[in-house]
């Protein structure tokens, strides 16, 4: 299927296409190595979450992974995380939920394509209401992903935290909504926190830069097997599991 314009009013044909679009596996591999190098992130877990993590990923489970967003440097951070971690076996069979307008360049979306990205149109950026038949669509194609087996990688705040960086922001129902449709699919998704810091920031309305989100730290929280049947339950559980690798990011920094 030829490559749609990632475009609101197209959005049918947008999530036609990621219904089943691929990456080239072997060349997200390289990609993900390449920024591990380059932004070179510290890996710690809590206690028996690498045990659990090597768990699941052996029995296929797929892995829906939730991250406090605190720059536009992190998608690369994140991915140079997957490489150094347990993360590193299930690179190219996981799905990422990214911001539409990052696809609209044609060599930046060729990049967010290989990384397995998904477009998400936003109601900052194009109004409720008018999202509303596009978001469900959305949230169809990732559960019939992770139906499929795929994970799904998600900043659940939904925007970069300019608040406090200490405390993960309110967590919209979408990820909620996406765990609970792929459950009726059949799927049993596993829940797995990944706390993200920079360090400390004197002023959080300035985001980090690209130098200073180097040798960030990341902490994988216990991954959680069997999750909530509510939406808004599994949603309220993301924000407070992530708190906790939050949390343990920044004392690990």
């Not at 296409?17 to 190098?37: E, M, P, S, T, V």
């Not at 979306?109 to 936003?122: C, E």
């Not at 797995?192 to 985001?207: A, E, F, I, K």
Request: proline share 6%; glycine share 8%.
């Amino acid at each position: 299927m030829e490559r749609p314009e990632v475009l609101l009013d197209n959005a049918d044909v947008v999530y036609d296409f990621y219904r089943d679009h691929r990456q080239n596996r072997l060349k997200a591999w390289g990609a993900y190595a390449l920024l591990a190098r380059r932004y070179f992130p510290r890996i710690a877990y809590a206690a028996g979450a690498r045990e659990v993590l090597r768990k699941v990923n052996a029995q296929r489970r797929p892995l829906l992974i939730a991250i406090n967003h605190l720059s536009e440097n992190d998608p690369y951070t994140v991915a140079a995380a997957a490489w150094r971690s347990e993360l590193r076996r299930v690179i190219g069979r996981v799905r990422v939920l990214a911001k539409d307008e990052l696809f609209l360049e044609p060599e930046q979306r060729r990049k967010i394509d290989m990384m397995g990205g998904i477009p998400v149109f936003r109601g900052k950026d194009h109004g409720l209401r008018a999202v509303n038949a596009a978001g469900q669509l959305m949230m169809d194609i990732c559960a019939e992903r992770i139906a499929r087996g795929d994970g799904l990688a998600v900043f659940p705040e939904g925007t970069c935290n300019d608040v406090d960086p200490t405390q993960v922001q309110p967590v919209g129902s979408g990820i909620g909504h996406i765990a609970f449709r792929a459950m009726k699919l059949g799927a049993e998704p596993v829940l797995v926190s990944m706390g993200l810091s920079y360090g400390p920031r004197t002023d959080p309305t300035v985001l980090p830069t690209k130098e200073e989100a180097k040798s960030a730290s990341f902490y994988f929280g216990v991954p959680i097997t069997e999750l909530p049947t509510r939406p808004a339950e599994i949603a309220r559980l993301v924000r407070t599991d992530l708190q906790k690798a939050l949390d343990g990011a920044r004392a690990a920094y």
